[in-house]
C-alpha cells in the first residue's frame, strides 16, 4: 500500500552539500508529520528534521541553520537540503511518516510513532 522510496545520498567533502528525497507512494499528504532520521555507526537513531502537514517544521540544534525540511504535495515528495556538511553528519539518513498522528509533529516523537520509512540512504562527509 504505502512505501516510501529514498534518494539523494553520496559522499562529499566539508563544507560541501546534498539534498536527500522521499517519494511515498501509496497515499496522498494528508494530516501527516513527515521527518528525516539519522544514525551513524555505533550510535543511536536521532531526529534531525520534522515536517507537518501546515509546514511547521523543526531542526535539531546540531542541523539548524545549515539544513531545510521541506514537501512538494504535488510531486508528494518530501527533501532535506543539507549545507555546510560536516563529517559529524556522516550516517545513514531515514525519512519516516506518519499519518493521522496524535501528539505534537516534533524531534520528541519516538520511532514506533512513525508508521512507514525509507529503505535509507547513505550520507558520508569527508574532511
Known amino acids: 500500500q504505502v512505501h516510501l522510496v529514498e534518494s539523494g545520498g553520496g559522499s562529499v567533502q566539508a563544507g560541501g552539500s546534498l539534498r536527500l528525497s522521499c517519494v511515498v507512494f501509496g497515499i496522498t499528504y494528508s494530516n501527516y508529520c513527515m521527518a528525516w532520521f539519522r544514525q551513524a555507526p555505533g550510535k543511536e537513531r536521532e531526529g534531525v528534521a520534522t515536517?507537518?502537514?501546515?509546514?511547521?517544521?523543526n531542526y535539531a540544534d546540531s542541523v539548524k541553520g545549515r539544513f531545510t525540511i521541506s514537501k512538494d504535495n504535488v510531486k508528494n515528495t518530501l527533501y532535506l537540503q543539507m549545507n555546510s556538511l560536516n563529517p559529524e553528519d556522516t550516517a545513514m539518513y531515514y525519512c519516516a511518516a506518519e499519518y493521522r498522528y496524535s501528539g505534537a509533529c516534533s524531534l520528541n516523537r519516538k520511532r514506533n510513532e512513525y508508521r512507514y520509512w525509507g529503505q535509507g540512504t547513505q550520507v558520508t562527509v569527508s574532511s
Open positions: 515536517i507537518r502537514s501546515d509546514g511547521s517544521t
